[in-house]
């Protein structure tokens, strides 16, 4: 975020009165999409990490999404979800020429279903799962990092918007929530 500390008249007027006022305008607009960089540099940490996973991927397998939000009863995530499909073709434009691609999806795969067998312990719903999975995932990438975008450090919010639509993008992938039984 870049701040400027002065007043401007015109179109973008601000009035103060007073010796000293600092007034703090926000210049620029809040990106409405991902830095690419961020999404990749995240799927490269998932898949450079030590987690074991399963070795089963096929992307053949989606269903409806919202018949499997319902099936899994899951409550705030299917906002979150909704708020970052549009991030989708994104997602999918910057991992066509990831060649980790795959394992990367496995490992969170790995970290769903650990979680979920925890969820069953505890009996919790599924955005306990969902969001023990944002934190694993974060936990995992960010642990002794700093993410760096030119000489610009990313702030929190860019890398929890990256996860987000990764872990959407897994979503779809039928890689998270339990695929609905007929």
């Known amino acids: ?32 999409s991902m830095k690419r960089s961020v999404v990749h540099e995240i799927c490269v940490r998932v898949a450079e990490t030590d987690l074991d996973y399963v070795d089963e991927y ?17 409550g705030i995530f299917v906002d979150i979800f909704e708020n970052y ?3 989708y073709t994104e997602v999918e ?12 999806v496995k490992k969170i795969h790995t970290m769903y279903l650990k979680q979920e067998r925890e969820r ?36 929190d919010e860019e890398v929890d918007e990256a996860i987000y639509l990764i872990m959407f993008y897994v979503f779809t992938k039928c890689k998270l929530l339990k695929k609905p039984t007929k």
């Not at 066509?96 to 795959?102: A, K, L, N, S, T």
């Not at 023990?132 to 995992?140: A, C, G, L, R, S």
């Not at 975008?149 to 702030?155: G, Y």
């Open 1 to 32: 975020m870049e701040w400027i500390n002065r007043a401007q008249s015109g179109d973008y007027g601000i009035s103060s009165v007073g010796d000293g006022t600092v007034i703090n305008v926000f210049n620029g607009v809040i990106p409405k």
């Open 58 to 74: 096929s992307i053949r397998g989606n269903v409806d999404w919202n018949e499997k939000l319902e099936f899994n009863r899951v």
């Open 85 to 87: 499909s549009d991030g």
């Open 93 to 104: 434009k910057i991992l066509v020429g990831y060649p980790e691609r795959d394992v990367m």
């Open 120 to 155: 069953e312990k505890l009996d919790k719903d599924s955005d306990f799962v969902l969001e023990e999975v944002f934190n694993q995932i974060k936990e995992t990438v960010c642990l002794g990092h700093y993410f760096s975008d030119s000489e610009d450090n990313l702030i």
